[in-house]
């Protein structure tokens, strides 16, 4: 068991867990700039590329529903082998793929993978340390995330402009190998005690947790606070390359920008943690309207990339800040079951975030910056409508 390891060995396996981390920011974002040359190349239409991501949101979330169970019973080191294992040759086969349907279910292989190793990876944490030093990792857990989302479009614009499209998934398959050696080399089990599967209870502890008003309205705060920045995600690299008439390296600069800017959000985050609960949840939800407000007055009389990035920028480390608080007081919440926890927690927001992405890519095209703008206000006022409800529930708690 890791917890009695020696502390170089758990500086090891922390410092590999933290590497790991951005590969499922990897996965989802690293082909974004790509979208307009594979719809070409695969000759569909741009829904259909769009798709390959909500696939692989959507089984990536509802695997979560069932995976944290499932690595309280069995463990999480096997698991996470074998997920790492699936993510190579997935991504290898999609790279030699012309059919967008095989595609399409390969990224739903990949997004159990990814759900298995996300969910091991952070109960891995709450496996190794006390609470003190839980809450400390817990919170740089979405900084480190947010390297994927960062640097994936960026590498990816520059894959696709030296090589082509394949080339992302290529590279996919190259870090997830990495992965595995060193996993295999430096890790091993880290769950103190391995719980048996039960169905009955796992079905009453499902039930508690779904019956936590302040864990429920957190999952749904982080699933929107995420939706905001996939609408970014579905739409900006056909609206930059088809309508600014840019290529797909601006493409990837552009998403590396708004990934900065998540992180940002989350070292924000980070340093809010000690403010009270209404001002530090409520403040970076009112100047995320306020900002969205803006872009679409500015929509009205002037519409290019130079208009556009600034505002994205400001609204998305909102977004960011506010993932950060609810992500570490949200997973805290069950600490005895942070398996299922994690699992359910992560399933249900990332549910959220690929039904809010279909829905995006479903009503019309989103041709310009104010199309664009529309979806921000519509998600962000859904946003801003929840974190009032858990303000309510919080001082109720309070009295």
């Known amino acids: 068991m890791l917890k009695n390891t020696s502390e170089q060995r758990k500086k090891l396996i922390t410092a590999l867990a933290f590497i790991s981390i ?3 920011g990897f996965v989802t974002d690293i082909y974004l700039p790509s979208f307009p040359s594979m719809a070409k190349d695969l000759n569909v239409l741009e829904k259909e590329i769009q798709l390959t991501l909500t696939c692989y949101l959507l089984s990536y979330g509802i695997s979560q529903l069932f995976v944290g169970s499932l690595l309280d019973s069995i463990g999480r080191y096997k698991p996470r082998l074998i997920a790492l294992f699936t993510l190579v040759i997935t991504s290898i086969s999609i790279a ?18 990814i759900s298995i190793l996300v969910v091991a990876t952070r109960a891995l944490f709450m496996d190794l340390y006390d609470t003190e030093k839980r809450a400390h990792y817990l919170s740089y857990f979405t900084v480190v995330w947010s390297c994927g989302p960062i640097l994936a479009p960026f590498l990816g614009g520059y894959l696709e402009k030296l090589f082509n499209w394949q ?8 870090y997830a190998g990495i992965l595995l050696i060193l996993d295999l080399a430096i890790s091993g089990e880290s769950i103190p005690e391995k719980k048996k599967f039960n169905l009955k209870n796992t079905v ?33 690299p056909f609206i930059i390359e088809n309508t600014f008439h840019y290529n797909s ?20 985050g980070k340093r809010r943690i000690y403010l009270e609960f209404e001002p530090r949840v409520k403040q970076p939800a ?15 009389f002037l519409e290019n990339i130079w208009v556009m990035m600034p505002f994205l920028f400001l609204i998305h ?5 506010l993932f950060n608080n609810f992500f570490t007081s949200t997973m805290l919440t069950f600490p005895e079951n942070s398996g299922t926890a994690g699992g359910l927690m992560g399933g249900l927001v990332y549910v959220i975030t690929s039904i809010s992405s279909f829905v995006i890519s479903s009503t019309g095209n989103i041709s310009g910056q104010m199309e664009l ?21 919080n001082k109720k708690l309070l009295k």
């Open 317 to 321: 480390i909102c977004s960011g800040t």
């Open 204 to 236: 009453q502890l499902y039930s508690t947790m779904l019956q936590n008003k302040m864990f429920m309205l957190g999952i749904i705060i982080l699933g929107l606070s995420y939706s905001i920045v996939m609408i970014f995600n579905i739409a900006g």
């Open 167 to 174: 080339a992302n998934f290529f590279f996919l398959a190259i």
């Open 22 to 24: 951005p590969l499922s």
């Open 96 to 113: 030699y793929l012309d059919n967008i349907f095989y595609i399409c279910l390969l990224r739903i292989v990949q997004g159990i993978g």
């Open 286 to 300: 009112i100047v995320q309207l306020i900002l969205i407000g803006g872009l679409i007055a500015m929509s009205y």
């Open 249 to 268: 390296v601006v493409i990837g600069y552009c998403t590396l920008i708004l990934g900065f800017s998540w992180m940002l959000g989350g070292f924000v």
């Open 373 to 393: 703008s529309i979806r921000y206000i519509i998600i962000s006022l859904l946003l801003f409508s929840t974190i009032l409800l858990i303000v309510q529930a």
